[in-house]
């Protein structure tokens, strides 16, 4: 059973409402009436019956409370503990390409300073990993984004993270000075999955400039789409971050495109009132002092 939904049970019963207990929390109503839901049907006990205009606690839900509250006081002292030792899980989510480009030399640093931290690295979709830094599964998540998308997280800003468009060094498009959006017009696409946000922002634009367009092959993973780039006649739009090895050594191009509308910045998404530990801290410290 998760111990976020004995955390919500102890603040429902303090103030006796589901909706004042999902502003304290941040949480959607609906989510903390399924964890109260949750915790009821694994005890198969009523929790709460209404009293008025608001709720108050059954018999049942009184003795549940005195045990919550020792179990997560316990809790968090087990984690004061666990942190000032250097130990513990921290829980990173994140998209394929900032996991396999941008996190692996801020981890191992990281691990430096804290050699008994577990680092639980879980790759997802944007919405998932939003969801879940909400829901407090996550402890920090890391997207590619044009702009915060939920009020309720707190978004700090890394870096910004140039998109470019990449294609096999003997392509025509590399002999412009400047591509343009009519350049574009009628050219094979190596895509990402249609839930990519940068290729939605890529197709959004062509097809509100009327720039028609091929898609020879949708994958899913960066590596991937380097290859068949490299190989064959397509482009591909990608984080500057997954192509910069392969443009370094000259096997791709950037070419020389740019448009307002296609831009993204690199966020770090954390819950304002969900506890950070020491490594957490120091996690998020190394990112705003390295040079990135």
């Known amino acids: 059973m998760e111990l976020i939904y004995f955390h919500t049970f102890r603040e429902v019963a303090a103030r006796q409402s589901f ?47 005195k045990i919550t509250v020792q179990m997560l006081d316990l809790y968090e002292q087990s984690k004061e503990k666990l942190t000032k030792q250097g130990g513990g899980t921290m829980s ?42 909400r829901e407090g599964e996550l402890d920090i998540g890391f997207i590619l984004e044009s702009e915060p998308s939920e009020s309720v997280l707190q978004w700090i800003k890394v870096k910004a993270e140039p998109l470019v468009l990449i294609a096999n060094p003997q392509h025509p498009l590399t002999a412009c000075r400047r591509v343009e959006l009519q350049h574009l017009d009628g050219v094979e696409w190596i895509m990402a999955e249609d839930s990519c946000n940068y290729r939605m922002m890529l ?20 590596e991937a789409i380097k290859r068949y780039v490299g190989f064959g006649s397509g482009i591909a739009i990608l984080p500057r971050m997954a192509a910069a090895e392969e443009l370094g050594r000259g096997q791709l191009t950037a070419l020389a495109f740019e448009h307002p509308a296609i831009r993204l910045d690199l966020y770090m998404i954390i819950h304002p009132k969900k506890w950070r530990s020491h490594s957490l801290l120091e996690f998020m410290k190394l990112l705003q002092q390295n040079d990135l």
Not at 48 to 53: A, N, T
Not at 93 to 117: C, K, N, V
Not at 203 to 222: Q, V
């Open 19 to 65: 909706t004042r207990a999902a502003e304290e929390l941040g949480y959607a109503q609906s989510s903390v009436t399924t964890q109260i839901q949750k915790l009821e049907n694994s005890y198969g006990v009523k929790l709460f019956e209404r009293y008025g205009r608001g709720l108050r606690l059954t018999s049942a839900g009184e003795e549940l409370l």
């Open 92 to 133: 990173i989510g994140t998209i394929d390409s900032i996991a396999s480009y941008f996190l692996p030399p801020l981890i191992q640093q990281i691990r430096q300073h804290y050699p008994e931290l577990a680092i639980r690295l879980q790759p997802d979709s944007e919405a998932n990993i939003i969801n879940k830094v």
């Open 203 to 222: 197709e959004k634009t062509l097809r509100a400039n009327d720039i028609s367009y091929r898609i020879g092959l949708e994958l899913g993973n960066p």
